[in-house]
Structures are given as C-alpha cells and as structure tokens.
C-alpha cells in the first residue's frame, strides 16, 4: 500500500503584494507581504494613521484589496462569492473592538449566544456554549449581567467570548485594551496569551508599543508599508 503525499497546510494568513487605494484616490498600503502560521500570536503595530486597521479590515474580509493578494485559509478572498465570503468568516474569524459593541439591555450571555446565531445550533447549545465560553474568560460569575453592569474590563471580556464562542481559528483584535485602564488592558492581554495558549492564532492590532512589545512577533507599519518585523529567535 503507498503512503499518500503529506497535505501542506497553507498558512492561516497570507498577503501578497497588497496595495490598497480607498474611493477618493488615498493610497494607504504599499506592497504588503506577510504571512501568519497556525498557533501565531502576532501584534500588528504601527502609529495612528499607519493602515492597520485597513490591514484589519482585509485580513478580515470585511474590505478586498485593490491590487494583490489576501488568502485565508488558503482561499483568495478576490475570488470568492460574497456568500463564500461570509462563511469563511463567520466560521473562521472571531473580532474584539476598542468599543466592545455589546448589545444593550441584552445579558452577557445573551450577548455571547448571539455569536452563534446562524450557525444552525438551537437556542439550548448556544446557551450552554455561551456559559461555557464566559467561564472560559473568568465571568462564570456574571452570566445575567447586561452591559451596563459590567466593567470595562469585563465588557472586553464579554465581547472575547463571543468572538471565540464558535471557536474560529483566527482572533483578530483591534486595539483591544484601547479603551481600559492599565491594570485591566494587561488582564485582557494575559487572557488572549492562554486562549494562543490553547490553539486559537491571535493577531492584535496596537499602536501601544509597550503591548506589542510583549508579544513573540511583531510587524511594525509605517505610513502602510511594513517597516520591521521582530520575530521569534
Ligand atoms: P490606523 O488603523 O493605523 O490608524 P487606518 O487604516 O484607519 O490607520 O487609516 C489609514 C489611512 O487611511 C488614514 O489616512 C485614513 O484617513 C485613511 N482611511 C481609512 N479609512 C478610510 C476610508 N474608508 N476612506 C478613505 N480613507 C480612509
């Protein structure tokens, strides 16, 4: 019997010679290249006005680059229907905000719950993923608790567990502790480290030095090229 070939798993992030030109004619990132593995926890940092959000917005499918570019999961995110398109997102993204965007009035784990909305998984399961996605970041405690009950820091936690409810395999965080004091911001941090810890690939995007300074990779932006990258020895 012969052994079939070894399947090469494609990189879970890849971008190619990425331009991007928004309406208006703003050129905001230049030959883009880079890839993210399997397991990575990268931060994406550069200073205000650098891309990176826009670099957020076409790692995450939400934007098509103009020129170049953006696999995920090995599929060219130029090629794909925009029903493809929302499904590979919706099974293979989880996204953290600065501003959380929790629904109000709503429970955490209501909030939580409605991560798994059309994934075809009854009211009962995503209950009980939601609970146990809030245990998983410390609220097993706050289940019942809307928004306006909660810290800072537990919103941003709230709003994890929703991102990483479904288990996707890509985190993508935008400025996740820009809107939390230090002490909180570090606890939110430690918590994406373990959920990297436990499988999920993080990529955070950060202008704060100090955060990404912490972090094994980092790939520095400066007016939308990429300027350095610091990666493990
Ligand atoms: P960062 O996240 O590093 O602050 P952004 O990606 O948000 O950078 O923005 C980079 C540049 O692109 C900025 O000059 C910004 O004004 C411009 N920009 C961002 N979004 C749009 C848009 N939708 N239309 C036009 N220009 C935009």
């Known amino acids: 019997m012969t052994t079939p070939p070894a399947q090469t798993v494609p990189p879970l992030v890849e971008l190619s010679g990425v331009d991007h030109v928004y309406p208006g004619g703003t050129h905001v990132l230049h030959d883009v290249s880079f890839q993210v593995g399997h397991g990575e926890l990268v931060a994406i940092v550069g200073p205000s006005g650098s891309g990176k959000s826009t670099l957020l917005n076409l790692i995450g499918t939400l934007d098509v680059a103009t020129s170049g570019t953006v696999r995920i999961e090995g599929h060219d995110i130029a090629v794909l229907k925009e029903r493809q398109i929302s499904a590979l997102r919706a099974c293979s993204i989880g996204f953290v905000f600065q501003q959380f965007f929790l629904s109000g009035g709503v429970s955490a784990v209501d909030n939580v719950a409605n991560g798994l909305l059309y994934r075809g998984i009854g009211r009962g399961q995503r209950r009980s993923r939601a609970e146990a996605a809030l245990r998983r970041v410390g609220l097993g405690h706050r289940l019942e608790h809307r928004p306006h009950e909660l810290s ?47 499988g999920t690939t993080v990529l955070v995007i950060t202008h704060d030095l100090e955060l990404a300074t912490g972090l094994p990779r980092r790939i520095k932006v400066r007016d939308g090229r990429i300027a350095e990258e610091v990666v493990p020895a």
Not at 163 to 177: C, F, I, K, M
Not at 179 to 191: F, K, N, R, Y
């Open 152 to 198: 800072g820091g537990e919103k941003q936690r709230v709003a994890i567990a929703r991102a990483v409810v479904g288990g996707p395999p890509l985190l993508l965080a935008d400025e996740p502790t820009g809107a939390l004091d230090t002490a909180s911001g570090a606890a939110v941090v430690e918590l994406l480290r373990e959920l990297n810890e436990t």
